[in-house]
C-alpha cells in the first residue's frame, strides 16, 4: 500500500498558474505509476494524466494536452502537476493515484491507492 498526500490547490483567475504535488509513502515509489484525476461537483472522477513508474512516459486527457505536465522526483518520492493557462472548467477537486505497473492507467478503477484530494478553483 502506498499513502499518498496531495497539496497545492487554490483559487486561482482564469489563465492563471497552480503546481500541485503529490508525497509518496510506503511501498517502493518508483515501481508505481502515477496519476491525477480530479471530480467536480455531480460529476464522476475523471482522467488528468499519468507518468510511468520510470518516469519516461506520460499520457494527458485531451482536455488537458499542452497546459499539464506531469513529473516525478524520485529522490523525494513525489510527483507533480503543473497546471498552466487554466479555466474555470478545471475547477474540481485533484486527486493522486498510485497504480502500481500499470499502464497507460486513464481509468479510475486501475488505481488501488488514492490521496484525500485537494480543491482547485478557477475563477473566471
Known amino acids: 500500500q502506498v499513502q499518498l498526500v496531495e497539496s497545492g490547490g487554490g483559487l486561482v483567475q482564469t489563465g492563471g498558474s497552480l503546481r500541485l504535488s503529490c508525497a509518496a509513502s510506503g511501498r517502493t515509489f518508483m515501481r508505481y505509476t502515477m496519476g491525477w484525476f480530479r471530480q467536480a461537483p455531480g460529476k464522476e472522477r475523471e482522467f488528468v494524466g499519468a507518468i510511468s513508474w520510470g518516469g519516461s512516459s506520460t499520457t494527458y486527457a485531451d482536455s488537458v494536452k499542452g497546459r499539464f505536465t506531469i513529473s516525478r522526483e524520485s529522490g523525494k518520492n513525489t510527483n507533480y502537476l503543473q497546471m498552466n493557462s487554466l479555466k474555470p472548467e478545471d475547477t474540481a477537486v485533484y486527486y493522486c493515484?498510485?497504480?502500481?505497473?500499470?499502464?497507460?492507467?486513464?481509468?479510475?478503477?486501475?488505481?488501488?491507492?488514492w490521496g484525500q484530494g485537494t480543491q482547485v478553483t478557477v475563477s473566471s
Open positions: 493515484g498510485a497504480a502500481g505497473q500499470r499502464w497507460p492507467a486513464q481509468t479510475a478503477g486501475t488505481y488501488a491507492d
